[in-house]
C-alpha cells in the first residue's frame, strides 16, 4: 500500500477528483441548512431539533474523530468557504490582512469567546441561538473574506479553524511535497501561485494555497485547510497526501512555510496552552462541582450575574491557571538546564540565555496530545451516546416539515452506547493522549537541552501527570445536573 | 393542553401526573393516541418516553421514570382520534438527583 493516500484506489481518485471539495462542502452544506432552517422554525426542545443535535452532538464530535483519524477534512468540507467563494464573484477582496493581525492572536481571542459564549447562553439548549450562531458564522466569513484577500478568516479568526490547526498536528496524514528534487527544478511555483490550466490540459485555472504554505518548504499541518488546490495546481503531480506518525510534527523546530518555527512563535503556543485548557474548562463545566463553584464565586463576589460569574471562572480556567502552571514548569526547566542551553547546529553552551518564556513557547506544544484526547473522551462521548439520536429527530423534523410521518414514526428508542460503556474508552483515550504529549515532551527536551534531557521534561511530565489525573475526575463526574440552570 | 405535573421530581422514580387537552372551544378532547417524551437539555441523551392514557373525558395520565437529575423538557406528541397530528412542547419538570 502506497504511502500517499492520493494513489489509493477509490479514496485517493475521489480526493484527486477537481470537484471532491465543492462535493464534501455541498453536502454539508446542506446540513448547515437543515441546521438553520429546523433552528429557527422547528421545536425549540434542543434534543428534539436538528440544530442542536448536529450541531453539539454530531458535527463537534465527528469532527475530532476525522481529525484524530485522519486529517482536517472538516476544514476541507467548510461550506463557509463554498459561499465565500460564491461572493468573491460578486465582490472580489483586494486589500492585505494588516501585518500585525498576521499571528493567531485574535483567533485565540474568539476561540476563547465562543467557549465562554456557549457556557453563558447554554447554547447546546438553545436550537434557534444555535441557528443563528451558525449564520453569524457564515456571515462573519463572508464579510472579512470579500475585503481581504486569501484565506484570512481560515487562517487568521476562525476559532474552530484554529481548533483543527492544532488537532491535525495530531493526524497520522499531511500534505506534503512527495520529491524535493522535483520542487527544486519547478520555476513554476503553482502550488502557491496558482496554475493558469490546472494540473490536467484543458482545466480553467486553478488556484494556489490560499494559506501561504508553499509545498517544497511546508512541513506538518498547522494552517493546512486540506483543500488540497496545492495538488490541483502542480503541474509536475508531485503533491501528496502521505501517512506519518502523528505528533511527531510537534517535535519540528524547522522553519514552516506560512507558519515560521514553532519553537519561536508564541501565538500558536498560547493556541496549543489554550486548546488543552479549554478542553478541561469545556468538559468541567458540565458537571456539577462546576454548579457549586458557580455558588461559590456568587457568593464571594456577592453578584447574582451569571456573565461575571463565568468570566471569573472562564479568566482563571483559560488564562491564569494555565499561565501560571506552564509558567512553573517553564521556570523549573530553565532553573535545572541553566547549565545546557541549546545553540543553533546543535551545539549547547554553559550560560543562561532564553527566558520563562521562551522556554514555554517550546515545551507547549507538547501537551497537544493530551488536549486532543481529552476534547475526544468529552464529544466522543455526546457521539457514541447520541450518535443515533439524528435518526428520531430528523423523523420529527420531517413532521415539522410536512405534516406527517414522512420518515416514519419517531423512533426514540435509536439513543446510542450507554454512558457506561463508553467511559473505558475515555479512559484509554485520555491515557493515551497523556503518553503522546509525555513522548513529545520528551522528545522535546532531547531535541534542545540534550544534556539533561530527563531533567528539562520533568517539569512537563509532571503537569502531564497532574492534567490527565484531572481529566480522568472530569470525565468520572455523573451525568447528573448537567445542563441544569445556574442558580444563586 | 393544561399539564399539572409539579415541578420538582426525585430521579429514579417513579413520576405520575396528568393533563388535559382541550379544544379552541374549550372542550376537552377524547380518543387522542398521545404519548409524552421527557427530554434533558443536553441533546443526544437518552429520552423518556411513555404512553398516555386518558382516564376521564379529555383527560390524559402519563408515568415516567426519570432516569437523571436535570432539567427535563415534556413534550406531547401523538394523533387525534381525527387524524390529526399533535407535536407540542408541554412544560418542563427540574428532578433532582436521587439519594
Sequence with gaps: VSADVLRWPVVGRFLRWRHARTAAQLALLLVAAAVVF?????????????????????YRGLLIVAVLASAN???????????????????????????????????????????????????????RATAMLVLGYFAAAVAIDVVFTGATF???????????????????????????????????????????????????????????????????????????????????????????????????????????????????????????????????????????????VAESLRTS???????????FGLVI????VVAVAAAVTRRVSLHDLPLEGGSHRNVGSGNIADVATRFAYALIPLGACVWLAHYGFHLLTGLFTVVPVAQTAAIDAVGWAALGEPAWRWVGLQPGTVFPLQLGFIVLGAMGSVAIASRIASRDYSGRPGAAAAPWIVLVVVLTAVAMWLIAQPMALRGASFAV | VEW????????????????????????PVTGAMLRVEAHMDHPGMAPVVAPARERV??????????????????????????????????????????G
Design chain 1, 305 to 315: 450575574s451569571e456573565g461575571l460569574v463565568l468570566a471569573v471562572m472562564f479568566l
Design chain 2, 4 to 27: 399539572t405535573a409539579g415541578e420538582v421530581a426525585i430521579s429514579g422514580t417513579s413520576m405520575r401526573d396528568a393533563f388535559t387537552l382541550r379544544d379552541a372551544a374549550q372542550r
Design chain 1, 154 to 296: 481560515c487562517k487568521y479568526l476562525c476559532p474552530v479553524g484554529q481548533f483543527n490547526f492544532v488537532a491535525a498536528t495530531m493526524a497520522p496524514l499531511e500534505v506534503r511535497a512527495r520529491d524535493q528534487g522535483v520542487c527544486r527544478s519547478c520555476r513554476t511555483f503553482d502550488c502557491i501561485a496558482g496554475s493558469p490550466t490546472g494540473s490536467q490540459a484543458g482545466q480553467p485555472r486553478q488556484r494556489g494555497c490560499e494559506l501561504r504554505l508553499f509545498l517544497p518548504l511546508k512541513r506538518g499541518s498547522m494552517d493546512c485547510t486540506l483543500c488540497l488546490d496545492c495538488v490541483h495546481a502542480c503541474p509536475h503531480d508531485n503533491a501528496a497526501l502521505s501517512l506519518r506518525v502523528p505528533g511527531l510534527e510537534l517535535v519540528d523546530a524547522g522553519r514552516r512555510s506560512g507558519v515560521g518555527r514553532l519553537p519561536e512563535r508564541r501565538d500558536i503556543a498560547a493556541l496549543a496552552v489554550l486548546f488543552v485548557s479549554g478542553a478541561l474548562v469545556n468538559a468541567f463545566a458540565m458537571t456539577d462541582p462546576a454548579r457549586r463553584v458557580e455558588s461559590w
Design chain 1, 321 to 324: 491557571a494555565p499561565v501560571l
Design chain 2, 57 to 98: 373525558e379529555g383527560v390524559y395520565e402519563v408515568q415516567m421514570d426519570l432516569t437523571m437529575g436535570g432539567q427535563w423538557t415534556l413534550r406531547l406528541t401523538g394523533t387525534l382520534a381525527d387524524g390529526r397530528r399533535v407535536q407540542q412542547e408541554i412544560g418542563s419538570v427540574a428532578a433532582r438527583p436521587s
Design chain 1, 38 to 58: 429546523h433552528g429557527l422554525f422547528g421545536p425549540q426542545v434542543a434534543p428534539a431539533n436538528l440544530a442542536t443535535v448536529l450541531t453539539w452532538v454530531h
Design chain 1, 73 to 127: 477534512l472538516f476544514c476541507m468540507g467548510c461550506p463557509m468557504v463554498l459561499v465565500r467563494d460564491a461572493a468573491r464573484r460578486v465582490h472580489s477582496p483586494h486589500r492585505s490582512w494588516p501585518r500585525r493581525l498576521r499571528n493567531k492572536w485574535a483567533a485565540l481571542v474568539l476561540f476563547a469567546g465562543v467557549l465562554f459564549v456557549y457556557e453563558l447562553f447554554d447554547l447546546w439548549a438553545l436550537p
